[in-house]
């Protein structure tokens, strides 16, 4: 009899997040890039660096920031928007290594739901000055 294969849509887009930060900290690539969606279309672009597109470019990308060790990021502030196929995450990321007084840390994540659960499709952190905000909301408009 043959085997009914099972999707994984188990899980949540939150859960997905927890795991990245988690795989960040731990310094653990090959359970980081099991977060991606298997599209090649997926994009990553880190503080003040180039857009990187597809596997093999966020791969390496990963491999050199992590050869020295976990990153020690902790997401806070999390804003979601999202309806059944998607989810947009933004967030401030506090990093015990780069902590600095006049600028800190803010990420988007945008996951999908596919037929293996919900996976990253976007990561786009950029640095915005000054100090944590204690309010989530924004004042600017554009």
């Given at each position: 009899m043959p085997t009914k294969r099972v999707k994984q849509l188990n899980g949540s887009a939150a859960e997905t997040e927890v795991a990245f930060y988690d795989a960040l900290n731990r310094?653990?690539?090959d359970a980081l890039m099991?977060?991606?969606a298997e599209d090649d279309e997926i994009v990553c672009i880190h503080p003040g660096g180039p857009?990187?597109?597809?596997?093999?470019?966020i791969r390496a990308s990963w491999a050199a920031i992590l050869e020295h060790g976990g990153l020690h990021i902790v997401?806070?502030?999390l804003h979601e928007t999202h309806n059944l196929?998607?989810?947009?995450?933004t967030v401030v990321e506090i990093s015990s290594?780069?902590?600095q007084d006049d600028i800190h840390l803010l990420a988007s994540?945008?996951?999908v739901k596919t037929p293996r659960g919900w996976r990253i499709v976007l990561h786009h952190v950029s640095i915005a000055p000054g100090p944590v905000p204690t309010e989530a909301r924004s004042q600017i408009l554009h």
């Open positions: 310094a653990d690539l099991a977060l991606w857009r990187l597109i597809g596997h093999a470019a997401p806070i502030q196929m998607s989810s947009v995450h290594v780069a902590q994540n945008v996951y």
